[in-house]
């Protein structure tokens, strides 16, 4: 598990097929390196396996969006299955990130427009946010605030995940009409909060 997530912070996949792993309280290991894979990576597609069918590790699996397969290597639609998920998740332009995305050393709170979020990880260009998910919005681009830093940004929205282990959602967001003083400042909050991760390199 510990060798897979390690790995997962060295390569950019094009998909991840996590096996579940009989545990005493419940099938979970898969799901949680699937998880991790998210973070880093909110388009990943993924694909968990089990060894028998089972209806409850399925409807987990499903509802966070990743498919789910019992007894992949013995089952002829494995990779039919495979080939459908890379053909529907894969993004058909990867947006790559000019600077190194930084991961926040400690929570800061922030908010997109009135509602409360949480700041877990930067970039010159762009940062993510943990928050309630408000649904569905025609919405694209949306003011931050960050009063900690004192910094208010205009931001678009270029993808939406739900978070591995809590009911909030990520959104990655792109920073948009930043003046030369604005960008400076950002730029200083960034390092003076922030660690560089270990290898991301797509927003």
Do not use: C
Not at 18 to 28: E, G, H, M, P
Not at 153 to 182: C, F, H, Q
Request: net charge neutral; no cysteine; hydrophobic share 40%.
């Amino acid at each position: 598990m510990r060798r897979a997530a390690r790995l997962l912070n060295s390569v950019i996949p094009n998909l991840l097929i996590a096996k579940t792993r009989l545990r005493n309280v419940a099938d979970v290991e898969g799901l949680h390196l699937a998880g991790l894979g998210r973070r880093d990576h909110p388009n990943l597609p993924v694909i968990i396996t089990h060894g028998s069918p089972d209806p409850d590790l399925e409807r987990e699996a499903t509802s966070r969006g990743m498919a789910f397969i019992v007894n992949p290597l013995g089952n002829p639609t494995f990779l039919e299955l495979v080939a459908a998920v890379l053909g529907e998740r894969r993004p058909p332009h990867a947006m790559v990130r000019q600077w190194p995305r930084k991961r926040v050393v400690a929570p800061v709170p922030a908010r997109v427009d009135t509602a409360p979020a949480q700041l877990i990880d930067v970039s010159y260009e762009g940062l993510r946010l943990e928050l309630e998910d408000p649904g569905e919005t025609t919405a694209t681009v949306f003011d931050v605030a960050l009063p900690d830093a004192g910094v208010n940004l205009t931001t678009k929205r270029v993808w939406r995940s739900r978070a591995s282990d809590t009911e909030e959602y990520w959104w990655g967001m792109t920073i948009v009409d930043v003046n030369p003083a604005l960008a400076e400042r950002w730029r200083q909050f960034v390092d003076s909060i922030a660690e560089t991760a270990a290898a991301p390199t797509h927003r």
